[in-house]
């Protein structure tokens, strides 16, 4: 069984800086793609940034490119997501993600974090 294990995430002023780190252990997939969803108060689910396990190659949301920065310690799978200028908006539930198809289709994803939370005050 996949597990991922999430740490950082707090709470921020407009205009700061967080770090989020997944631990990724257990996984038998030869190719898979990461990344990391978020979740605000009555919005759906949506896409952050992914990755692929095989060639790092990386996607962002619109919302936050140039802003957020997905990258992969291979030595012991861990993702960090540097998240920067932040913005209220940003307030969500951020969850980290395992699955089969690189893809901003959230229900594509089989496995999922606990979530941590990210709150920004204006």
């Known amino acids: 069984q996949v597990q991922l294990l999430e740490s950082g995430g707090g709470s921020v002023q407009a205009g700061g800086s967080l770090s989020l780190s997944c631990e990724i252990s257990r996984v038998t997939y030869t190719s898979y793609s990461m990344g990391w969803f978020r979740q605000a108060p009555g919005k759906e689910r949506e896409g952050v940034a992914l990755?692929?396990?095989?060639?790092?190659?990386?996607e962002y949301a619109d919302s936050v490119k140039g802003r957020f920065t997905l990258s992969r310690v291979k030595a012991n799978n861990t993702l960090r997501l540097r998240m920067n200028s932040l913005k209220p908006e940003d307030t969500a539930m951020y969850y980290c993600?395992?699955?089969?198809?690189?893809?901003?289709?959230?229900?594509?994803?089989?496995?999922w974090g606990e979530g941590t939370q990210v709150t920004v005050s204006a």
């Open positions: 990755i692929g396990s095989g060639h790092d190659y990386t």
């Open positions: 993600v395992v699955g089969l198809v690189f893809t901003w289709n959230a229900k594509s994803y089989i496995h």
